[in-house]
């Protein structure tokens, strides 16, 4: 609760080299104004860039101006693609001089700092942003101006999570609410929340609302633009609301606040926002942190049990495959198209879409289980071609060129050709359900595990490289081992 005691006058802070106690936060004050300094500072202290956003109202918030505050973690494979946490800044009461805001929104930006101050100590593959915003007490005023500036210039926005009030729980239940609305996406990024809330901080029992989600919070600009966001909060509307926000009884102060109602809420944020940037936990993932929040482990979702009874041991790796999975491997190439199993099943959110699945790795391939698609696609294969051409060649790769032969086929799909023996493998080992769509043409490229070069072309689920020296065998096309990279950069085993 240190900082929580700071920004709500508990406790000086330092603003500029002077120290300060701050009344309150209101937007716009003088000590508002102080506010978004200590926060830009302290996260210039994390050796994280920041800045300053500032806005002035328009005919939502006429007269109104503040500076919403926001630092980063720049992502390593997709830098564009972008998750945030955010909170509000400011305060209010009936008297605005005299508006300690401890829970309202003190909690939620304490949260935001210490996320920032933790997840610094880690490298994802997407950016991570920290913003607390001002002026959400007078109508949103921040967050509508940041979420407008962001749809103008397209920012790819994938989740935003709200933490606004999270440290009062009166009666000791622990009931929390989140809301997502209407949006799938936006339920979606609940759906995580509530399985890392299970995981990380088990005392929580999450509410989640869908319809009857409140647009009363910062979140909801996001939603207005179309973006998937969240508002995580104390059971405020529902039957355990702080007396003492809003000042209305005297007042929003840290004595009244639940230290570990605030911890368990943000490990569970914490663990949900590592997870939606692609936190590495492999070689080379970044120095360990020095603060003890736990964070996701390789399995962050819960797996959903696979039909069937038939089950078969790899002695090769000691890796077992069941059920569907197995039905799945033996019709569709066996050992020469996937490989063999290199972990057990698991749950695992996907790279591309962001969703939970029960998964299983191989050396070429992932298999992931839809139980809300009926057969046969209800085992589909990640899209690892898809994610390693992204992630190795964000620009496309250099001197591609495209098969023209005889019997020569163009993807409108991808405006990709497929000729020669690669389109003869295509058409014999799965097709479009195994392999997916072209999405590069043919190009040489040096193999991860042998350094030779090779003639490779990048499909959705797979790569195909061309072995000359195998020429007149079955052996002529080898696909490489994504599912052995992709294991190996997330688990580092």
């Known amino acids: 609760m240190e900082i929580v005691g700071g920004l709500s006058g508990a406790r000086p802070i330092s603003v500029g080299g002077q120290s300060v106690t701050l009344a309150t936060r209101y937007t716009p004050s003088a000590q508002g104004t102080l506010s978004e300094q200590y926060v830009f500072e302290y996260f210039k202290s994390l050796g ?16 109104v101006s503040g500076r919403n505050v926001v630092a980063e973690i720049e992502g390593k494979s997709d830098p564009k693609r972008i998750y945030i946490v955010t909170s509000h800044l400011d305060s209010i009461s009936p ?27 880690y490298t994802f593959d997407y950016t991570l942003r920290f913003i607390t915003f001002t002026g959400e007490e007078r109508g949103l005023c921040g967050s509508d101006a ?12 994938r989740g935003v999570i709200n933490l606004d009030m999270i440290a009062y729980d009166g009666n000791g239940v622990r009931d929390v609410e989140i809301h997502a609305g209407t949006r799938p996406d936006s339920q979606e990024l609940a759906s995580l929340l509530v399985a890392n809330m299970g995981q990380y901080s088990p005392r929580l029992v999450p509410h989640v609302y869908k319809e009857d989600a409140t647009n009363l919070s910062d979140h909801s600009s996001f939603w207005v633009r179309q973006y998937p966001a969240l508002a995580a909060t104390e059971y405020i509307f529902h039957g355990d609301v702080n007396p003492y926000i809003h000042s209305v009884v005297c007042c929003d102060t840290v004595e009244h606040l639940d230290p570990e109602m605030a911890s368990d809420m943000m490990k569970a944020a914490f663990a949900t926002l590592a997870t939606l940037g692609g936190v590495r936990t492999g070689p080379g993932a970044g120095p360990t942190p020095t603060i003890d929040v736990p964070m996701p482990t390789s399995t962050p979702v819960p797996t959903v049990a696979l039909p069937g009874s038939e089950s078969r041991t790899f002695p090769e790796t000691g890796k077992r495959v069941s059920g569907l999975f197995l039905e799945y491997w033996d019709r569709n190439g066996g050992l020469a198209q996937q490989g063999f199993p290199i972990s057990e099943v698991m749950g695992e959110v996907s790279d591309l879409d962001k969703k939970p699945y ?3 790795y191989f050396e070429r391939a992932v298999f992931e289980y839809h139980p809300e698609k009926d057969a046969p696609f ?11 051409y992204k992630q190795k060649y964000p620009n496309g790769a250099p001197n591609q060129k495209g098969d023209n032969s005889a019997g020569s086929v163009l993807f409108p799909e991808t405006g990709k050709r497929l000729g020669g023996k690669f389109l003869e493998y295509w058409q014999q080992h799965g097709g479009l359900a195994q392999q997916g769509f072209p999405i590069s043409d043919e190009f040489t490229e ?3 595990l042998n350094g030779k070069s090779y003639t490779v072309q990048y499909f959705e689920r797979a790569v195909f490289e061309l072995h000359s020296e195998n020429a007149g065998t079955p052996y002529e096309v080898l696909l490489s081992q994504l599912g052995t990279f992709r294991y190996k950069e997330k688990y580092g085993r």
Do not use: E
């Open 48 to 63: 994280l860039p920041a800045q300053y956003h500032a806005w002035t109202g328009d005919t939502r918030c006429f007269g």
């Open 95 to 121: 008297m605005p001089a005299a508006a300690p805001g401890a829970d309202d929104d003190g909690s939620g930006t304490a949260g935001v700092m210490i996320a920032a101050k933790i997840l610094r100590a």
């Open 146 to 157: 940041y979420a407008r500036a962001a749809r103008a210039r397209n920012d790819d926005i």
């Open 358 to 360: 029960t998964v299983q």
């Open 378 to 388: 209800n085992v589909l294969l990640s899209q690892l071609g898809t994610f390693a």
């Open 446 to 448: 040096v193999s991860a």
